[in-house]
Structures are given as C-alpha cells and as structure tokens.
C-alpha cells in the first residue's frame, strides 16, 4: 500500500497583534467527524493526534498536520481530508468548542485520565507556571507591535524610492501569463481557505512550504524589502483567481496576518509566495516543480530617492530585527516554562488507558473511511 502524502500547516500564528487564529479554516463545518481534545499541558493531547495521523498516514490517506507555532515538536490538529474527519487541540489559547454537538462535534476529554490528587498537590507551582507563560507571551507580542511600527517606517522609506509604474507593470504580467488561458468557472462558489504557511516560533522563523508546494507544478517566488510590492502582487493573484472561479488556499503573513504571503491555486497546480526575509525556503526540498519563476522587486527600488533617509532606513531595519529576535527569545521562554508545568502533569496520567481510547477512536475513524469507499 503506498503511504499517503503529508501536508504541513500552521493553524494560529505568533503575530503583532497577539495569538492570532485560523481554527476555523481546518475543516469545513459539515465534516463527517471532528474531535475536540480538551486536557492540560503533557496529558498527550499531540501524541494522540500524532498517533492516529501517522497511522492513517500508513494506510494511505493524505494527512494534514496542523503544527503548533508556540511549540515546534507539537500538533495543534490533524485533517483527513478525504474522509472529512479532523482532531483539534480545544485548550487556550485556540479554545475550540463543539458547534454541532454529537451531529458532528465530540469531545475527548482526557482530563478523565488524570490522578487529580496528584496534580493539585503542585497546585502551587502550575499556577505560579501559567502566570509566568502568559506575562512571556504578551512580553513576545509587545517586542513583536515595537517589530511592526519599525517595519512600516522601513516600508516607507522604500515606497518612496521605489518606481510604482514597474512593480504594476510587473503585477501586471504575472497576472496575465497565470489567467489569460483560464476558463472560468462559475458553476460554483469557489472555496477559500486561509492559514498560515509560516510562524514564529521558539526556534525562529519556521516554515513547511516545501510540504505545500508537493502537488503544484509552477511557482513564481517573489523577493523584497518591505514595500516594494510582494505582498500586493501576491494578494492580487488571490483576487484575481477567486474571481476566475477557482479555488485558493491563502497563508497569511506570520508577523502581519492581514497581509498574505503565499497562495495556492490546486486546479492550476500553481503556487506564488513570499521569498523574502525572515522566510527562509529551501527550493531543494521541493523536486516536483516544473517551472519557477523568481523574480527580485529590489531592483525597482532607486537608494539615491532616499539619499536624505539612508542612516534612518538602516535604523529601522535594525529595529525590526532587534524586536523580532527578542520577540522569539520571550516565545523560547515561554516554551520552557510551559515544558516545566508538563512535567507536574505527566506523572499524574494515566497512558494505558488514554492508549485504549486512541486505539478506539482510531477504530472509529476507520470505519468513517469505509463509508466513503
């Protein structure tokens, strides 16, 4: 049996403007089955979505890995696409409830497997834990604001250097080799669904591109500094093709999430994203692509227009990175932390029987896949 492909995304990101969430672009409402995982830190909630992914994985079934941005080993969720069947994490800060309880909605609590004698007796130490991952937290998103307010002068000062009419000229022509063969189609809605390809992470930046790219066959890569018009071009692209008809997949920007910094287009097999920095990718891990396309902005962008501002463009720049990297150092933090409040919980469960219930839950979402056979 060949093993199913593996698709890697980010549900929620680390952004200026604090935790920011796309739990509800996962998977659609009328789902055949979605599993909503409630429990503490180091109850196993990621294991048992990681478990059965991997299973269904080795039986042949293309799996989304929803990963975590605050957490670089753990899941926030899994999809199985073809059997319309998801397992999301339900804790803060991506509180996710039951919508339509029992009809498609079930909780797994696995709080029922826990000794609770054994966890208030560090009731101390889990709270005085929790407070301090949070102050972390807001500590992270406060250097990330101070990041953005240098971004945006960093934009301005290339937006005034930079020749307007080449960058829509540019626009202009990747819009018309992508669409002008397209037929459009009408016959339905077209579906768009919005996540995050990127995140800041307690490693860095962090990104699994090459796991979105598997099925596109071209890609037009564009690079340069704030301002010169990535994200536009790349935002216009999204416009144009949901105006086509077609479908989109939409990942948001991970410092700014009402910027995009990527799209994908599956009926075209063809995929246009952010090559600038902190997004670091490695074309190398992607073999399929046929046609790529990359294409600089920068060299629109005329230093001598800004000859007056060039010490004040340096030192935004520096800015932005100093509050970036020291927004990344309070997320690390905030990890080890949040590793030190599992440690009180992980004695205190009871593995055997939450592996009972995984191997039951597995059951159940193979007999879900036979029903679509």
């Known amino acids: ?12 990101g680390n952004t200026y403007k604090g935790f920011h969430s796309f739990y509800d672009f996962i998977i659609e409402p009328d789902a055949t089955r979605i599993f909503c995982i409630k429990g503490g830190p180091g109850v196993g909630k990621s294991t048992f979505m990681r478990w059965i992914g991997e299973h269904m994985l080795e039986k042949g079934y293309d799996v989304e890995f929803h990963c975590c941005s605050s957490d670089n080993g753990s899941l926030d969720g899994i999809v199985i696409p073809a059997i319309k069947v998801a397992m999301l994490d339900g804790t803060a800060p991506h509180v996710v409830d039951p919508k339509n309880p029992g009809v498609v909605d079930e909780i797994i609590h696995l709080g029922d497997y826990w000794n609770e004698k054994k966890i208030r007796f560090n009731k101390t130490e889990v ?19 101070e990041a953005k307010v240098a971004y945006d002068e960093w934009e ?12 829509r000229r540019t626009s202009n022509e990747i819009a018309e080799e992508i669409f ?51 994200h536009q ?19 948001h920007c991970t410092l700014d999430p009402d910027k995009i910094d990527s799209v994908t287009i599956p009926q075209l097999k063809l995929g246009i994203i952010n090559g600038s920095e902190p997004l ?5 891990l992607v073999n399929n692509l046929s046609v790529i396309t990359s294409i600089d902005l920068n060299r629109f962008f005329n230093p001598e227009l800004v000859h007056d501002y ?16 020291r927004a990344v150092k309070f997320i690390n933090r905030a990890k080890a932390a949040h590793d030190l409040m599992e ?11 939450i592996n009972a219930k995984r191997e039951e839950i597995l059951q159940r979402i193979l007999n879900y896949a036979e029903e679509f056979k």
Not at 236 to 245: C, E, F, Q, V
Not at 343 to 353: E, G, L, N, R, V
Request: include cysteine; charge should be positive; charged fraction near 25%.
């Open 127 to 145: 709270l005085e834990l929790n407070a301090k991952v949070g102050r972390l937290f807001r500590l992270a998103y406060s250097n990330l604001k």
């Open 180 to 230: 002008t063969n397209v037929n459009p189609q009408y016959d339905k809605p077209p579906k768009v669904r919005r996540l995050f390809a990127t995140a800041i992470t307690p490693e860095g930046p962090c990104n699994y591109l090459a796991t979105i790219l598997q099925d596109m066959d071209k890609l037009y890569i564009l690079k340069g500094d704030p301002g010169t018009g990535v």
């Open 310 to 325: 060039q010490e004040d463009l340096i030192a935004a720049k520096n800015r932005f990175w100093s509050g970036f990297n």
């Open 233 to 251: 071009i790349i935002s216009r692209i999204a416009d144009l093709a949901t105006k086509n008809g077609l479908d989109t997949e939409i990942y």
């Open 343 to 353: 440690t009180y919980y992980i004695p205190s469960m009871d593995f055997d029987a």
């Open 1 to 12: 049996m060949k093993k199913g492909k593996l698709k890697k995304v980010f549900p929620g």
């Open 280 to 284: 670091k990718f490695d074309l190398s």
């Open 156 to 167: 301005s000062y290339i937006l005034d250097g930079l020749d307007l009419s080449e960058v």
